[in-house]
């Protein structure tokens, strides 16, 4: 059986996440009680021949169910089910925004007579235990609906079983360093094209920036040590049963600097792990990797809001 969990912070698109699985075959259930996870996969399974199945938990739950969700899961685990943890999360802020703009009630506000914004922290530490069970953590506040959907699809669903993921994304520091990261590299110490007046308005995937960052050694430097690096440990990574890294690379604006990087270490990466993804944050472009990807693969991209 394929096993999806979805968790996450209430406003960062659980529901959206549930209906793309349901989408591409899933059963779905929102608010499952973390306490019947085990007696509806059998269930499914045994009783109906369902192979895959998607289910929310989070903090709408019983009180005292999500402690019991690591038992739960090495009870599955010693069952052999493949299953993985989705924490979808957001920035506060963006939070509250969604909230002040679809005028719904948070779920913590309903009985306990505390405001939003003490909702959406107290929400946080009731799932920090719940994320840190997470396989894979995505941060939605940039996202628009159809970008999270094809993250889902190529992340979750289509994804083979025991096959490592690895993300590569670019990010301007000015909007915050991405909430799904698991590790960074700051690029700012790299000569910037920003102050050449002809190279401002392009971006790292144009041949006249590739040409300017190219002509530092420096910049092939910290590429080259960033490669080694990961060489070096992405292994230890897949033997520690990780299904899913993102690598984040920053630099002010996430237009130059890092882009030329994350596209380079996407290419590089493929001599290692076979599904490299690269994004661009600031830019809202996403493609998978590949040896022999041709230009419209390269080329094409989602347009989050």
């Not at 799904?180 to 041949?207: E, H, I, Q, S």
Request: charged fraction near 25%; glycine fraction near 6%.
């Amino acid at each position: 059986m394929q096993l999806v969990i979805i968790s996450g912070r209430s406003g960062s698109g659980k529901s959206i996440v549930l209906q793309a699985l349901e989408d591409l075959g899933y059963y779905a259930i929102d608010n499952l009680p973390a306490m019947l996870l085990g007696s509806l996969v059998e269930e499914l399974h045994d009783q109906t021949g369902r192979t895959h199945l998607a289910v929310s938990i989070d903090a709408r739950n019983l009180p005292g169910a999500l402690e019991r969700l690591p038992a739960l899961l090495d009870d599955l685990k010693a069952r052999d089910i493949n299953f993985h943890v989705v924490y979808l999360t957001s920035d506060a802020r963006i939070l509250l925004e969604r909230y002040s703009a679809t005028r719904r009630r948070h779920p913590l506000t309903r009985d306990s007579g505390i405001t939003l914004e003490e909702a959406i922290a107290k929400e946080e530490d009731t799932l920090s235990d719940v994320r840190d069970l997470a396989d894979l953590t995505i941060d939605t506040s940039r996202l628009s609906v159809h970008d999270l959907r094809k993250r889902i699809a190529d992340q979750v669903a289509h994804r083979r079983r025991d096959q490592l993921t690895l993300t590569v994304e670019s990010f301007g520091y000015k909007r915050g360093v991405p909430l799904d990261a698991d590790l960074v590299f700051d690029a700012r110490c790299l000569p910037n094209p920003y102050w050449d007046p002809a190279l401002r308005a392009l971006t790292g995937r144009d041949a006249d920036i590739q040409a300017f960052l190219g002509s530092y050694p420096i910049v092939d430097d910290m590429c080259h040590d960033i490669h080694d690096w990961l060489r070096r440990w992405l292994p230890a990574y897949l033997n520690s049963q990780r299904s899913y890294i993102t690598i984040a690379i920053g630099c002010t604006g996430g237009q130059h600097r890092s882009v030329y990087l994350a596209e380079e270490l996407g290419q590089r990466l493929l001599d290692t792990i076979q599904d490299v993804q690269v994004r661009h944050r600031e830019l809202s472009v996403q493609y998978r990797c590949s040896a022999d990807a041709d230009d419209n693969e390269r080329n094409s991209a989602t347009n989050p809001a």
